[in-house]
């Protein structure tokens, strides 16, 4: 062997055991990091397994690779005489025998390495494989399995098809190189020479090839149960992508599935042929069959069920597709959880007074003013305090806040990356934390137009003692920004919706809605996501940055035991590799009680431990017993499901069977994760606890009471379950197959933009139900008509026993009940609003509209929209006004209590739980409300809110006045106006 050739080997030998170290150290890593989880049981699991793939499929390879090889490589029979030219001169060849049955075997070993490595990517469906349950119910109609066959067994049965037939080309193609080299295998001319022997091992595995081929076709027969097929249809009117039916059709069953059924014995058949003309001469037979198996499988897989589609189906499409379009139904609600939601009619239409305004007091006091984007950016604007802080999102909770349910909207105060100084130090041992949360109640706001806030500032003050925060350090945070919906894009021009005949006056200026949706709802440009590797050093001889106090800050060292503890230059070494960061080797900081904390964000940290699960995009945080939790939602899914259509996400995701089996919570200082399941029922789930016996915790009887009554109906889960249940509340075939009664998202006006409504949460007493609950729900509209009358509405329960729960309630067709955007309609043609938005959107200012909100109440439907103005300059959004909507009643007024007083009448609003200011900006709850006429305590409560609120707006339209700024000023005395109206009637009932 040359001597350059053998240092070339040396090197790339050291180089690869460099290598296989450092990736070992890495895992080692992962190792340690699952085990100070307590989760050392999940790794062992997965990484056993991936090993174990990887050993059996490697071996097996490089042994019948080798084997085959070897086969090639025996002596050529002295019978066969050499004809034509040698394939290589006598001296070349000599050179290549040294080295070729080492190549051959580094090549062997090399595609061994190479395809084991693959192999270990499947290592969740061979656990499946070994211990999926039954999934239970109804098998399906074709080949009567039931569906945990598809789900658990039929991929990794897929995977054993594919490594086998690759197997059989690998070895089939190497072996007739080294044929060709051998000369036992040559080609002249036109004609081609093959020795007996070649001919035996060739046939050989060219029979096995095609036997392996028939069992793939027995499989693909099995894949056709989840076939989707059809036109491509919009999702409830939006650019997600669902196909018009799923599972094997009349085409399918009887054309596509005998065929399947045909291929299997002719690939067989083939087989035979090809292993019998082993003994034969000439390729003509096996050629013949293998031309014909190529052309009846292109033909029987796509020429005949088309055939058959367009001779026998289409004349009578609907008579012959009808028993399939009931499976694809009944399957598809199976898949997305839709088979038990309670279905009831609601009459929209009864008579609301100001005594059933008085008499739902939990659900008028919970009505939320304020919109997550436009209140991140005033949380930004007034709690961050310092640039290296952030509030990411806004979420929406409800706590019980002086024996009220209250609805609250917080944010966690987080580091952004993007503002530490860019020091490795600064990076990795002093800003090792977030610090506390912001919290306000969704319905009030203070004399500015800003929140009144329950928790603010640094350290948190909290307004009442079950929101004290002992421990605020983030050292695990979310950032992760909620997705929203695309802009709204309408099918056509034409007069606004709900206007009379003719054009429809317009809109103020600066507030039309753009027919072509400009903006997609951003109130904020994306943030960068940091880097899922992100860790930091704590128990350092560095301090940690905890707060600012005034002109200095505040210093600390992290307590908890979250993390991989750094105990042994091993350990550094190792963390070196992960991170390959040389800091972590050369740092003087770090002592034996140091710890690395890495996966610090949450998502990240759930799907590592579980990457089963599909984590949300939008944990929430909890106060809970004076630490902070992040509550996260996950989800098992497939895709795999018979005859259910797979929504598709876009970037080739999509699925037809998902549930919100799993709640994970994270401790926010210490990083302790747990996984609770939600759903019982999911046999994904209980396949993966059966799995990883002790990952996964019982929801109800292991949850913390205390957590367990913040557990949210997620967002994401029912706006799957909304975009199917457009289609699939549809249960009657003929009325599926001819669209007639398609459901979509409705429209709404959105800041200036024309965007699809986003599902809400709302506290509301549902029909029936004798007490107000938290909800999510979602208004929904014909479609096509997505800009007019509402059709139905959704509602996803969230609490105690009626947790995961759907609801719909569907309105009498023959009436009309206004959409969202019939109201947005009706509020650009009143004059005042118009001409009032119009003031204020001029001279520096804009106004932005907020969610409107559709609430229905005692059998009819209340409307309510936010308006909030925000200067150019500052670019912190104010609430200003509240538009309410009741039949044809529309109203714009500084408060809601306000505006419902215009609607129904002096009094209609709930009184007594307004928060009154104290000195310092602090508030204080004043009694609860009491349902009823409104006392005089009530009264004297108001009188005092609108004296102070009079006096503010005096004082600030005089100081409007003396900067110049006119039309801030004429804005102000319209609203004092307004004020000094209310005390007038509520003095006349003193």
Same mark, same amino acid.
């Given at each position: 062997?040359?001597?350059?050739?053998?240092?070339?080997?040396?090197?790339?030998?050291?180089?690869?055991?460099?290598?296989?170290?450092?990736?070992?150290?890495?895992?080692?890593?992962?190792?340690?990091?699952?085990?100070?989880?307590?989760?050392?049981?999940?790794?062992?699991?997965?990484?056993?397994?991936?090993?174990?793939?990887?050993?059996?499929?490697?071996?097996?390879?490089?042994?019948?690779?080798?084997?085959?090889?070897?086969?090639?490589?025996?002596?050529?029979?002295?019978? $066969?005489?050499?004809?034509?030219?040698?394939?290589?001169?006598?001296?070349?060849?000599?050179?290549?025998?040294?080295?070729?049955?080492?190549?051959?075997?580094?090549?062997?070993?090399?595609?061994?390495?190479?395809?084991?490595?693959?192999?270990?990517?499947?290592?969740?469906?061979?656990?499946?494989?070994?211990?999926?349950?039954?999934?239970?119910?109804?098998?399906?109609?074709?080949?009567?399995?039931?569906?945990?066959?598809?789900?658990?067994?039929?991929?990794?049965?897929?995977?054993?098809?594919?490594?086998?037939?690759?197997?059989?080309?690998?070895?089939?193609?190497?072996?007739?190189?080294?044929?060709?080299?051998?000369?036992?295998?040559?080609?002249?001319?036109?004609?081609?020479?093959?020795?007996?022997?070649?001919?035996?091992?060739?046939?050989?595995?060219?029979?096995?090839?095609?036997?392996?081929?028939?069992?793939?076709?027995?499989?693909?027969?099995?894949?056709?149960?989840?076939?989707?097929?059809?036109?491509?249809?919009?999702?409830?009117?939006?650019?997600?992508?669902?196909?018009?039916?799923?599972?094997?059709?009349?085409?399918?069953?009887?054309?596509?599935?005998?065929?399947?059924?045909?291929?299997?014995?002719?690939?067989?058949?083939?087989?035979?042929?090809?292993?019998?003309?082993?003994?034969?001469?000439?390729?003509?037979?096996?050629?013949?069959?293998?031309?014909?198996?190529?052309?009846?499988?292109?033909?029987?897989?796509?020429?005949?069920?088309?055939?058959?589609?367009?001779?026998?189906?289409?004349?009578?499409?609907?008579?012959?597709?009808?028993? /399939?379009?009931?499976?694809?139904?009944?399957?598809?609600?199976?898949?997305?959880?839709?088979?038990?939601?309670?279905?009831?009619?609601?009459?929209?239409? +009864?008579?609301?007074?100001?005594?059933? $305004?008085?008499?739902?007091?939990?659900?008028?006091?919970?009505?939320?003013?304020?919109?997550?984007?436009?209140?991140?950016?005033?949380?930004?604007?007034?709690?961050?305090?310092?640039?290296?802080?952030?509030?990411?999102?806004?979420?929406?909770?409800?706590?019980?806040?002086?024996?009220?349910?209250?609805?609250?909207?917080?944010?966690?105060?987080?580091?952004?990356?993007?503002?530490?100084?860019?020091?490795? #130090?600064?990076?990795?041992?002093?800003?090792?934390?977030?610090?506390?949360?912001?919290?306000?109640?969704?319905?009030?706001?203070?004399?500015?137009?800003?929140?009144?806030?329950?928790?603010?500032?640094?350290?948190?003050?909290?307004?009442?003692?079950?929101?004290?925060?002992?421990?605020?350090?983030?050292?695990?945070?979310?950032?992760?920004?909620?997705?929203?919906?695309?802009?709204?894009?309408?099918?056509?021009?034409?007069?606004?919706?709900?206007?009379?005949?003719?054009?429809?006056?317009?809109?103020?200026?600066?507030?039309?809605?753009?027919?072509?949706?400009?903006?997609?709802?951003?109130?904020?440009?994306?943030?960068?996501?940091?880097?899922?590797?992100?860790?930091?050093?704590?128990?350092?001889?560095?301090?940690?940055?905890?707060?600012?106090?005034?002109?200095?800050?505040?210093?600390?060292?992290?307590?908890?035991?979250?993390?991989?503890?750094?105990?042994?230059?091993?350990?550094?070494?190792?963390?070196?590799?992960?991170?390959?960061?040389?800091?972590?080797?050369?740092?003087?900081?770090?002592?034996?009680?140091?710890?690395?904390?890495?996966?610090?964000?949450?998502?990240?940290?759930?799907?590592?431990?579980?990457?089963?699960?599909?984590?949300?995009?939008?944990?929430?945080?909890?106060?809970?017993?004076?630490?902070? #939790?992040?509550?996260?939602?996950?989800?098992?899914?497939?895709?795999?499901?018979?005859?259910?259509?797979?929504?598709?996400?876009?970037?080739?995701?999509?699925?037809?069977?998902?549930?919100?089996?799993?709640?994970?919570? #994270?401790?926010?200082?210490?990083?302790?994760?747990?996984?609770?399941?939600?759903?019982?029922?999911?046999?994904?789930?209980?396949?993966?606890?059966?799995?990883?016996?002790?990952?996964?915790?019982?929801?109800?009887?292991?949850?913390?009471?205390?957590?367990?009554?913040?557990?949210?109906?997620?967002?994401? /889960?029912?706006?799957?379950? +909304?975009?199917?249940?457009?289609?699939?509340?549809?249960?009657?075939?003929? #009325?599926?197959?001819?669209?007639?009664?398609?459901?979509?998202?409705?429209?709404?006006?959105?800041?200036?933009?024309?965007?699809?409504?986003?599902?809400?949460?709302?506290?509301?007493?549902?029909?029936?139900?004798?007490?107000?609950?938290?909800?999510?729900?979602?208004?929904?509209?014909?479609?096509?008509?997505?800009?007019?009358?509402?059709?139905?509405?959704?509602?996803?329960?969230?609490?105690?026993?009626?947790?995961?729960?759907?609801?719909?309630?569907?309105?009498?067709?023959?009436?009309?009940?206004?959409?969202?955007?019939?109201?947005?309609?009706?509020?650009?043609?009143?004059?005042?609003?118009?001409?009032?938005?119009?003031?204020?959107?001029?001279?520096?200012?804009?106004?932005?509209?907020?969610?409107?909100?559709?609430?229905?109440?005692?059998?009819?439907?209340?409307?309510?929209?936010?308006?909030?103005?925000?200067?150019?300059?500052?670019?912190?959004?104010?609430?200003?006004?509240?538009?309410?909507?009741?039949?044809?009643?529309?109203?714009?007024?500084?408060?809601?209590?306000?505006?419902?007083?215009?609607?129904?009448?002096?009094?209609?609003?709930?009184?007594?739980?307004?928060?009154?200011?104290?000195?310092?900006?602090?508030?204080?709850?004043?009694?609860? +409300?009491?349902?009823?006429?409104?006392?005089?305590?009530?009264?004297?409560?108001?009188?005092?809110?609108?004296?102070?609120?009079?006096?503010?707006?005096?004082?600030?339209?005089?100081?409007?006045?003396?900067?110049?700024?006119?039309?801030?000023?004429?804005?102000?005395?319209?609203?004092?106006?307004?004020?000094?109206?209310?005390?007038?009637?509520?003095?006349?009932?003193?």
């Amino acid at each position: 062997m040359p001597k350059r050739f053998r240092w070339t080997l040396y090197v790339i030998g050291v180089v690869t055991l460099v290598l296989l170290a450092m990736r070992s150290l890495s895992i080692w890593v992962d190792y340690l990091w699952f085990d100070a989880l307590g989760y050392r049981g999940v790794f062992v699991k997965i990484i056993t397994t991936r090993i174990g793939l990887f050993a059996a499929v490697a071996a097996l390879f490089f042994v019948w690779l080798y084997l085959h090889f070897r086969l090639a490589r025996r002596p050529i029979p002295k019978d $066969i005489s050499v004809i034509g030219r040698r394939l290589l001169p006598p001296a070349e060849r000599e050179v290549v025998e040294r080295y070729a049955d080492k190549v051959l075997l580094i090549v062997a070993v090399v595609i061994a390495i190479v395809v084991g490595l693959l192999a270990t990517n499947e290592w969740a469906n061979l656990l499946t494989f070994k211990h999926g349950v039954p999934f239970g119910g109804d098998a399906d109609p074709v080949f009567h399995k039931d569906a945990g066959f598809y789900i658990f067994r039929l991929p990794f049965l897929q995977f054993l098809n594919r490594t086998a037939f690759t197997a059989c080309l690998l070895a089939l193609l190497g072996a007739g190189v080294v044929y060709v080299y051998e000369e036992s295998l040559r080609f002249t001319g036109s004609s081609v020479f093959i020795a007996s022997h070649v001919r035996t091992h060739l046939f050989a595995l060219g029979a096995l090839a095609l036997v392996v081929k028939a069992w793939s076709y027995r499989l693909a027969a099995y894949a056709l149960i989840s076939w989707q097929h059809g036109e491509l249809l919009n999702a409830a009117g939006l650019p997600l992508q669902i196909r018009e039916g799923a599972g094997p059709y009349y085409a399918d069953v009887q054309g596509r599935l005998p065929v399947l059924a045909v291929l299997v014995f002719a690939a067989l058949v083939c087989a035979v042929i090809v292993a019998v003309s082993a003994k034969g001469r000439g390729l003509k037979v096996p050629g013949y069959a293998l031309a014909g198996l190529i052309i009846l499988s292109f033909l029987g897989q796509t020429a005949y069920p088309a055939l058959l589609q367009r001779l026998v189906v289409e004349p009578s499409k609907f008579t012959r597709e009808k028993p /399939y379009i009931e499976r694809n139904i009944a399957w598809t609600n199976r898949g997305f959880g839709l088979t038990g939601v309670d279905k009831e009619k609601y009459p929209g239409d +009864a008579v609301l007074t100001a005594a059933s $305004i008085r008499d739902n007091p939990l659900t008028i006091r919970n009505i939320r003013l304020w919109d997550d984007r436009p209140l991140e950016k005033t949380f930004n604007a007034q709690q961050e305090l310092r640039r290296y802080y952030d509030f990411i999102d806004v979420d929406i909770d409800r706590y019980h806040l002086d024996d009220q349910y209250q609805q609250v909207m917080l944010s966690a105060r987080q580091l952004d990356p993007d503002q530490i100084p860019a020091e490795w #130090v600064n990076q990795r041992l002093l800003y090792t934390h977030g610090f506390g949360i912001v919290m306000a109640p969704v319905n009030r706001v203070g004399p500015e137009g800003f929140p009144e806030y329950l928790i603010k500032d640094i350290p948190p003050r909290s307004l009442y003692p079950e929101l004290q925060i002992k421990q605020p350090r983030l050292y695990y945070m979310a950032w992760v920004q909620k997705v929203h919906l695309p802009k709204f894009k309408p099918p056509a021009e034409g007069p606004a919706p709900g206007a009379p005949e003719g054009e429809a006056p317009p809109a103020p200026e600066g507030q039309q809605p753009s027919s072509t949706a400009t903006a997609a709802r951003e109130t904020t440009p994306p943030r960068k996501p940091p880097d899922p590797e992100d860790y930091v050093l704590v128990n350092t001889d560095q301090d940690e940055f905890d707060y600012p106090l005034g002109e200095k800050n505040m210093y600390t060292k992290y307590t908890g035991h979250g993390g991989i503890v750094i105990s042994s230059f091993m350990r550094r070494l190792a963390l070196f590799t992960k991170f390959m960061d040389l800091q972590i080797l050369f740092t003087s900081s770090i002592g034996k009680d140091s710890r690395a904390l890495i996966n610090r964000f949450i998502t990240r940290r759930a799907s590592v431990v579980a990457p089963f699960l599909l984590p949300d995009l939008d944990p929430y945080i909890i106060v809970h017993k004076g630490r902070l #939790v992040w509550m996260l939602d996950c989800y098992t899914f497939s895709n795999r499901l018979p005859y259910s259509t797979v929504l598709n996400l876009g970037r080739g995701f999509g699925f037809n069977y998902i549930r919100n089996s799993v709640k994970a919570t #994270v401790d926010a200082y210490d990083g302790t994760l747990d996984l609770y399941i939600a759903d019982p029922t999911d046999p994904i789930v209980r396949t993966w606890a059966k799995i990883f016996p002790g990952l996964l915790k019982d929801m109800r009887r292991e949850m913390p009471p205390e957590l367990l009554e913040h557990i949210r109906y997620p967002q994401f /889960y029912f706006m799957c379950q +909304a975009w199917m249940y457009a289609d699939y509340h549809m249960r009657d075939p003929q #009325v599926f197959f001819n669209r007639e009664d398609r459901w979509s998202l409705p429209v709404e006006v959105y800041q200036t933009d024309k965007v699809n409504v986003e599902p809400y949460y709302v506290v509301m007493k549902l029909p029936g139900e004798a007490k107000a609950e938290f909800i999510q729900m979602l208004p929904m509209t014909p479609t096509g008509k997505e800009e007019q009358n509402m059709i139905a509405w959704l509602a996803g329960r969230c609490d105690g026993k009626h947790y995961g729960k759907l609801r719909v309630f569907v309105f009498p067709k023959e009436r009309l009940f206004y959409g969202p955007m019939q109201i947005e309609a009706r509020v650009d043609q009143d004059t005042d609003i118009s001409r009032e938005m119009s003031l204020w959107g001029g001279g520096g200012s804009r106004v932005l509209r907020g969610n409107l909100l559709v609430i229905p109440i005692n059998g009819s439907l209340l409307y309510v929209e936010p308006l909030y103005l925000e200067a150019e300059q500052t670019q912190i959004p104010q609430l200003k006004r509240v538009i309410v909507a009741y039949g044809d009643r529309v109203t714009m007024q500084p408060s809601l209590d306000e505006a419902l007083d215009a609607v129904f009448g002096a009094g209609a609003a709930p009184r007594g739980t307004e928060a009154t200011p104290l000195p310092g900006g602090e508030a204080v709850a004043a009694p609860p +409300a009491e349902t009823g006429p409104p006392t005089a305590a009530a009264d004297r409560a108001r009188l005092r809110s609108l004296i102070r609120r009079a006096l503010d707006l005096d004082a600030q339209s005089a100081a409007l006045l003396k900067q110049g700024d006119f039309a801030g000023f004429d804005a102000k005395r319209k609203e004092l106006k307004q004020v000094l109206e209310e005390l007038n009637k509520l003095s006349a009932r003193q």
